[in-house]
């Protein structure tokens, strides 16, 4: 069994998608509009055709996967969550905190916890919050 988070945009789905695979890494195996969907959508709102109906990012075994919400359907953010990315070493980490950073907002600077040499947390700006850990400790 695998946890795949599923992350729902407001129509930014495929720029975000695609920053991540930049800034994560790992390869995107699929990103399909709902104008390219093999069965046709009725009553699919008028301007949805470009928004992403389904996108998969593949990294090290797991799956980010993504879609953009309806146009019409209230889009309340993403809230109460977070997509949490260990990594080996702090400077891998603090890497890819700081990429995220980026036109977003840290909610907790990386730093030292107990359990790893580097903890942070960020909402970036696309509104995904991420908990990045570098550096795991062991018992």
Known sequence: MQFQP???FD???AQAMRFYERVIGGKMEQM???SEMPEP???L?????????HACLALDGALLMASDSMIGQPYEGMKNFGVTLSFSTVDAARSVFDA??????VTMP?????????FGMVTDRFGT????NGGMRTA
């Open 100 to 105: 995220l950073a980026e036109g977003g907002q």
């Open 110 to 118: 990386l730093g030292r916890t107990f359990w790893a040499e580097a």
């Open 32 to 34: 399909m509009k709902f």
């Open 45 to 53: 709102p008028a301007g949805s055709g470009d928004r992403i109906a």
């Open 11 to 13: 129509g930014n789905c």
């Open 6 to 8: 599923y992350l729902i």
């Open 129 to 132: 919050p991420w908990m990045i």
């Open 41 to 43: 959508c009725d009553g």
